[in-house]
């Protein structure tokens, strides 16, 4: 249904208007308790064989929503009642930014992928912070990614990170520091140990001062070289960090300027989880994003070691009710391979 949704409708739409009106339609969910709770419940994963604990948090299944889809924290209730075992809002920087010119997002249909050079577009740190004090109506886990605001020099970067940190991290079930997206000038840069060193622990000093000591991971690109990917897994592991998202988009494709995301990603993806897996074993909590499409993907994931898993552009092909097929479909092969929880499949091939 939702495949013929797509392709005679969806696909001939602009793709942020589309994404807008998804945000749109999400937030008035999250406006109406009684449909959202329905929802919920019959979507959000409820098994306890699903559910997942990290760095002290609770997570009600292994699949959450990647960041990038809901970045102002809009609309993450609504999300969670579509099935999303967790949600990371942003990338939220300091200062509100308008993000790049459009057009900036591009469907590649037939390789089921998208090329996205949005630039941290969002309404800034107090906003966010702002809508995550609202009140929520159903239980949401929220993870918070930070970047740093495009016009501050990456001589100050650290204060700025260190600014959404103070707004953000007292609001978040975990924080990221986003190092890899491409569509920052320099951002990227970040991520040698050199600059990452100061920059997280400054921003590891905010986490750590809150109320619950709020869990602290770092979100790296998946075109490091090998070594790079090895010497930012040994300074989390230095630094007491609680765990890595890996990986971002790639800017190693030939079609429009940005980061491409989606099937393409799938193969190194799962390289980079695996390469740090085999560095870090268990020390450090895994959460394997990069051209996740269907169960089988998550499973192979979470075999390789990664304990949570995320997915974007798998959502946009695989319609809304995506992460709730799934989340069923993962429990169903939790109890074929005799397992009482998903969590004793985590790194079983590792
Ligand atoms: C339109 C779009 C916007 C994104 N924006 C962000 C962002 O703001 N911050 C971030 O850390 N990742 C961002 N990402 C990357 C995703 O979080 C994810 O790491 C990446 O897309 C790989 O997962 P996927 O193949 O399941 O989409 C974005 C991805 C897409 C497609």
């Known amino acids: 249904m939702y495949r013929l949704v797509f392709s005679q409708v969806l696909r001939r739409f602009d793709a942020e208007a589309v994404h807008r009106l998804t945000v749109s339609a999400l937030a008035l969910l999250a406006r109406l308790p009684l449909l959202k709770r329905l929802l919920h419940r019959a979507f959000a994963p409820h098994d306890p064989a699903l559910r997942v604990s990290a760095f002290g948090v609770h997570f009600p299944g292994p699949l959450g929503l990647a960041a990038g889809f809901d ?58 912070a702002r809508r995550l004090r609202r009140p929520r109506g159903i239980p949401v886990v929220i993870g918070v990614n930070i970047g740093k605001t495009k016009v501050v020099p990456e001589s100050e970067a650290t204060a700025d990170y260190v600014a959404s940190a103070k707004k953000l991290a007292p609001l978040a079930d975990y924080l990221v520091v986003n190092v890899s997206s491409p569509n920052t000038p320099g951002l990227r840069n970040l991520q040698a140990v050199s ?29 490091l070289a090998d070594e790079d990917v090895d010497a930012v897994a040994e300074l989390a592991l230095e630094l007491g960090l609680d765990g890595i998202i890996a990986t971002n988009t790639t800017i190693r494709h030939g079609g429009e300027t940005g980061g491409l995301s989606g099937r393409p990603l799938k193969e190194r993806s799962l390289a980079v989880l695996r390469r740090i897996r085999a560095k870090v074993g268990d020390r450090l909590t895994l959460v394997s994003a990069g051209g996740v499409e269907d169960v089988d993907d998550v499973w192979e994931r979470i075999l390789a070691g990664a304990t949570l898993v995320q997915g974007y552009t798998g959502w946009i092909y695989g319609g809304p009710l995506w992460a709730a097929r799934i989340h069923r479909q993962l429990l169903r092969r939790v109890r074929r391979h005799g397992l009482k929880s998903v969590t004793e499949a985590v790194g079983r091939t590792a």
């Open 71 to 128: 970045k102002d924290a809009a609309c993450a209730e609504g999300i969670a009642a579509l099935g999303f075992g967790h949600v990371e809002v942003g990338t939220i920087t300091a200062h509100g930014q308008p993000g790049n010119p459009r057009p900036r997002l591009f469907r590649l249909v037939r390789e089921r992928a998208v090329i996205n050079r949005m630039g941290f577009n969002n309404d800034g740190a107090h906003a966010a």
């Open 195 to 223: 600059l990452l060193r100061p920059l997280l622990t400054a921003v590891k000093q905010v986490a750590d001062a809150t109320p619950r000591r709020t869990p602290l991971l770092v979100k790296i690109a998946p075109d």
